[in-house]
């Protein structure tokens, strides 16, 4: 048996309305199309990824993400060029995203290259580009 990718991805938002300001934004910059979209629901589909967010039951300003917890450490989208990498590095700072480090050099692996951001709730996101065909071709 072998998988055929990840099909969503869902993170739970302790303030929707930031959350869902913010990803409003990004997810379609990233080509990503909403096809779900309610006052406590907002689901993208587009390049190979499904990404949403929900509402928390505890909804609080103060209900944040803790990266150092069990659970969730970082979400990465794969960029197809390292442009990309630094037109949404560009596009992050117009927004006001919480950018916790500029495009760079990564070394894990050849070429790698990365920009590292938080969402209003203190979730960490990357998006990189790795030359070549990479682990995941």
Not at 58 to 72: I, K, T, V, Y
Not at 127 to 137: D, H, S, T
Request: hydrophobic share 40%.
């Amino acid at each position: 048996m072998e998988i055929n990718g990840i099909a969503h991805t869902i993170l739970t938002a302790g303030d929707f309305p930031a959350a869902r300001a913010f990803y409003g934004q990004l997810l379609p910059y990233l080509g990503l199309t909403a096809v779900m979209d309610s006052e406590d629901f907002y689901y993208c589909v587009g390049g190979k990824t499904a990404f949403g967010i929900r509402a928390s039951e505890q909804q609080d300003s103060l209900n944040r993400f803790d990266q150092n917890r069990s659970g969730l450490h970082h979400l990465c989208f794969r960029m197809r060029r390292p442009e990309d990498v630094d037109e949404l590095h560009g596009f992050l700072r117009q927004i006001g995203a919480h950018i916790v480090h500029p495009p760079q050099e990564d070394g894990w692996a050849p070429g790698y290259y990365s920009v590292l951001f938080e969402d209003p709730e203190g979730i960490r996101l990357e998006a990189n580009f790795v030359p070549g065909k990479g682990l995941l071709a």
